[in-house]
């Protein structure tokens, strides 16, 4: 899904006024919008966390006993 400055959105290939949709379409649209935007903060989150999560199997690995 893409929303386009010139009040189009596409969806699966296809391009669609805004303006056309039902107000149920124009529902899910927000829901879908709302969702993606949360998805991205979440990966966001996770690179985060496996950024610190790669540090510290680092320290790890420097605080074994060495042979």
């Known amino acids: 899904m893409t929303e386009q400055p010139n009040g189009k959105v596409t969806i699966d290939g296809r391009e669609y006024a805004v303006s056309d949709l039902s107000q149920d379409a124009l529902n899910q649209l927000s829901s879908m919008t709302v969702v993606d935007r949360k ?4 990966q966001q989150q996770i690179a985060i966390y496996q950024t610190a999560r790669n540090a510290y199997a680092q320290a790890l690995a420097a605080a074994l006993p060495k042979d």
């Open 39 to 42: 998805i991205g903060e979440l």
